[in-house]
């Protein structure tokens, strides 16, 4: 977790998305990372698609009874010490679950004063209302939270605007609902995005890439023009890693929706998606009910697992002033703590538990970018995690 700690992490979540560990009793996974130290904190959450997983259900759109509860009672038992349940409804399995599912689900995280973080089922421009509205019918329920909030091939301030709107009239009639981004325009996920969702799989891809070929190139035309083009779509997987889906094509002389159905697949490869708006982005950023998370991993080939707070003070605060110094550190600390219901960090004050970072923000560095993304941030002089010294 060095590459967390390096750009001023003290607390980290996992379980994002959907997908946690798929072991029935997670305390004891809990467990064994707490005895063994990974550094930082951990706030945990239960992924909705592994709980279909765990009870038998996995990508069926029809739930039997029996099923349906054993998903909810591993739920209630799983929120005595997760932070909540996360969704991640545009992947596999949990892109098969209807509303009436969803909102269930909401009930018992609801009852447990958790909170449901969500990957919304589309991002894309023309859906993001919609996929807004169903998470919101579950905050009838429960707190909800928007993970990493974007809006793919939406542009500029007007449309961030309206967005945004949704967001504060949902809050004027008592739904609790947050939301946080990433500082860079480019997102990061498997190649599985951009296939319909009758060849996600591996075995519908078979399916389709026989019965279907000319529709699902059609389809694959359409959408990776509509999200930038194939020069848009940066691979981070080997052996085509930091090489993009046009760079591709033209060394092996073959249409991008050719290279996508016969050289890699639905899971094949994961990517950057040059697929976000500056401006609208930039209204999401700072917005004050708008939180800011990296969404990063430490072998992710993406620079926000590398450089997301420091780029924030370095870009944001120092280099552009879009935000105070003050605001800043705001959105990535105590605010991000009232998110979760962390009620003892966050904050420089007495009998709170000291995670603490020192740095000079004119010295803050992310040094990782799309052709470099493991670089270490730099600046940030000493991490104090639980009043000891992680890092210096």
Do not use: C
Request: zero cysteines; aromatic letters at 8%.
């Amino acid at each position: 977790m060095e590459n967390f700690m390096a750009m001023g992490v003290t607390t980290i979540t996992l379980g994002q998305d959907g997908s946690s560990p798929a072991v029935q009793d997670l305390s004891k996974w809990m467990n064994q990372v707490s005895e063994k130290g990974i550094g930082v904190n951990l706030a945990m959450f239960m992924g909705h698609g592994t709980l279909r997983n765990l009870s038998g259900i996995g990508r069926s759109n029809l739930i039997s009874d029996s099923k349906m509860n054993g998903m909810l009672d591993t739920l209630n038992e799983t929120l005595k010490y997760t932070f909540g349940l996360s969704t991640g409804l545009e992947y596999n399995p949990g892109l098969n679950a209807s509303l009436e599912e969803l909102i269930e689900l909401a009930k018992i995280v609801g009852k447990n004063n958790r909170m449901i973080m969500s990957h919304l089922r589309n991002e894309d421009d023309d859906q993001i209302e919609n996929s807004i509205a169903e998470l919101l019918e579950q905050g009838r329920y429960s707190k909800v939270h928007i993970a990493h909030l974007k809006s793919v091939y939406g542009k500029g301030r007007e449309r961030a605007e309206e967005i945004i709107d949704i967001l504060k009239k949902a809050r004027t009639v008592g739904i609790d609902i947050t939301a946080d981004m990433y500082p860079y325009n480019a997102s990061y996920t498997s190649i599985g995005i951009i296939f319909p969702t009758w060849a996600k799989t591996i075995d519908e891809f078979n399916v389709a890439k026989i019965e279907r070929r000319n529709e699902l190139e059609e389809y694959l035309i359409n959408r990776v023009n509509l999200r930038n083009g194939p020069e848009a779509v940066l691979l981070g997987t080997d052996p085509y890693t930091g090489m993009t889906l046009a760079q591709l094509s033209h060394e092996r002389e073959i249409p991008f929706e050719d290279i996508l159905i016969d050289l890699i697949g639905p899971e094949g490869a994961s990517g950057a998606y040059f697929v976000m708006n500056n401006e609208l982005q930039t209204r999401f950023f700072i917005d004050p009910n708008i939180g800011i998370s990296s969404d990063g991993s430490p072998t992710g080939f993406h620079p926000r697992g590398h450089g997301t707070f420091a780029k924030v003070i370095e870009e944001y605060v120092v280099n552009k002033g879009l935000l105070s110094l003050e605001a800043a550190v705001y959105k990535m600390t105590s605010f991000a703590a009232s998110i979760l219901g962390i009620t003892e960090r966050g904050q420089l004050k007495s009998g709170m538990i000291a995670d603490l970072l020192i740095f000079d923000a004119s010295k803050v560095k992310a040094i990782a970018n799309y052709t470099d993304p493991f670089e270490y941030a730099d600046g940030f002089d000493v991490v104090i995690i639980n009043g000891n010294i992680a890092r210096e």
